[in-house]
């Protein structure tokens, strides 16, 4: 809480991201009825040859799109935390990733770079990918989708700096709207020693990069 102006208490809004899951398993069959209703409203007929299937495949292909709300962070590290003492910057970069944007319900992909420092132990490498996925198979903004990997790294690591950053290509601008076949976005997230020592945050920034000429995959 926080005193106004006039000395009343206001309540201050902090923007929190939600790094576990708990939610319920996608309900396939109201799906693919939805999907049924979607082609009739598109002036489709479901009932003709070529769609009879296509409610229940979309139904299915959503439901695997989002499955990231029934993941479990605790469960899917299952004791991959090992105490192991290293100070140096531990990276994996160019982890391959789909998401579906939450304002059009069009995919965005791309690539996601992440590093930590370690403090006390680290996390077995295969994990990492699986968070990211477990974080980008839901409805998501790329703004959110970095902060979130970053802050469950950070917390379930207690590491000294996390740093991530994610590009990405997204549908729903190449398909519609300003219609731009190579626009990249890039998002990043900073914390700890990343966010605090411009040397170390430049460092990881340098070991992502492509080449020499500083251009990022």
């Given at each position: ?41 598109l ?31 605790d ?35 791309g690539?996601?770079h992440?590093?930590?420092l ?60 300003v219609e731009k076949?190579n ?5 990043s ?29």
């Amino acid at each position: 809480m926080a005193k106004g102006k006039e000395g009343r208490t206001k309540k201050v809004e902090v923007a929190t991201f939600d790094m576990g899951d708990g939610g319920r398993p996608a309900d396939v069959d109201t799906l693919e009825s939805l999907v049924r209703r979607l082609l009739s409203a598109l002036g489709e007929r479901p009932s003709r040859n070529g769609l009879l299937k296509t409610p229940e495949r979309v139904a299915k292909a959503l439901a695997f799109m989002t499955q990231g709300y029934q993941r479990d962070i605790d469960h899917l590290l299952n004791g991959a935390l090992f105490p192991i003492q290293y100070d140096e910057m531990v990276i994996v970069k160019d982890i391959d990733f789909f998401s579906m944007c939450e304002h059009h319900l069009l995919p965005f992909f791309g690539r996601v770079h992440v590093g930590y420092l370690p403090n006390q132990k680290v996390v077995g490498l295969s994990k990492i990918p699986r968070i990211v996925d477990a974080f980008a198979r839901r409805l998501q903004v790329q703004e959110r989708l970095t902060v979130q990997i970053a802050e469950t790294l950070n917390t379930k690591l207690n590491a000294k700096g996390v740093g991530v950053v994610i590009e990405a290509r997204h549908l729903c601008m190449m398909m519609r709207g300003v219609e731009k076949q190579n626009t990249v976005a890039v998002t990043s997230s900073m914390l700890g020693e990343f966010r605090s020592q411009p040397q170390t945050r430049l460092e990881f920034l340098k070991l992502i990069q492509k080449d020499s000429g500083g251009e990022v995959k």
